[in-house]
């Protein structure tokens, strides 16, 4: 009997689980539970890479879908006179830069996204 109550309680939590993430997935809410996946891009007004004579790649820890992807590169985009993108797949960020920045400038909004960096060599 006891073993039943056990199984049944175990069902129970693995069905509300699935569900939840069903849920969030249909709303289109981040694997963190921040944010949602329709937020607005902060859009870069100079694309041109040629103005950007500077440039860094970092990688970054602890993304686990391209929203975390998107919140990074948002972040790093409201920076100014830097063009960033960043590649969940290989988990770094390239940041193009008009002048050279100080890196702990790039390490706040990189942190501010709550996420971190270490440089790739």
Known sequence: ??????????????IVGIVNYIKRMKSGSCCSG????????VKV???NKKHYPYKKVLNI????????????ENHLNK??????????????AVILMK??????????????SGYRYYIKD
């Open 79 to 92: 920076i100014n006179n830097v063009y960033a993108k960043v590649d969940f797949d290989k988990e770094e």
């Open 34 to 41: 921040e944010g949602t996946l329709n937020t607005e891009k």
């Open 99 to 112: 002048e050279e920045l100080d890196e702990k400038l790039l390490e706040d909004a990189i942190k501010d």
């Open 1 to 14: 009997m006891e073993k039943t109550i056990i199984l049944i309680v175990i069902g129970i939590i693995a």
């Open 61 to 72: 820890g602890g993304m686990t879908c391209s929203h975390c992807a998107k919140n990074i």
């Open 45 to 47: 007004k100079d694309k």
